[in-house]
Nanobody
């Protein structure tokens, strides 16, 4: 199983970025997917979660209305569209997948490498 995250970069406040996580070795419908982020010196926190089936979506309050998580079945990938970015969104973002859905990082068995998002004027 491999998860490959991409799409990070530097943007000004109010800007947009789309993160992608290409997944191999697992099926999107057979696993829950999530995006987490981590600021140096702080714990990794969940940002968005997509349940295995339905699928139901869950967003951290601070990103609701600005971030959208979606599945791309053609590419076997998940995306995180991030709009109206704020300086406090600056972090390393990680994608994750697992058999169960949850908000804690230990729920997820598979992780991609981080991709850095910097929001600064």
């Amino acid at each position: 199983v491999q998860l490959q995250a991409s799409g990070g970069g530097s943007v000004q406040p109010g800007g947009s970025l789309t993160l992608s996580c290409a997944m191999s070795g697992i099926t999107l419908d057979g696993h829950a997917q999530a995006w987490f982020r981590q600021v140096p010196g702080k714990e990794r926190e969940w940002v968005a979660v997509l349940s295995k089936s339905d699928p139901s979506k869950f967003y951290k309050d601070s990103v609701k209305g600005r971030f959208t998580m979606s599945r791309d079945y053609a590419k076997n990938a998940v995306h995180l569209q991030m709009n109206n970015l704020k300086p406090e969104d600056t972090a390393v973002y990680f994608c994750a997948a697992g058999r169960f859905v949850g908000l804690l990082e230990n729920v997820y068995e598979y992780w991609g490498q981080g991709t850095l998002v910097t929001v600064s004027s």
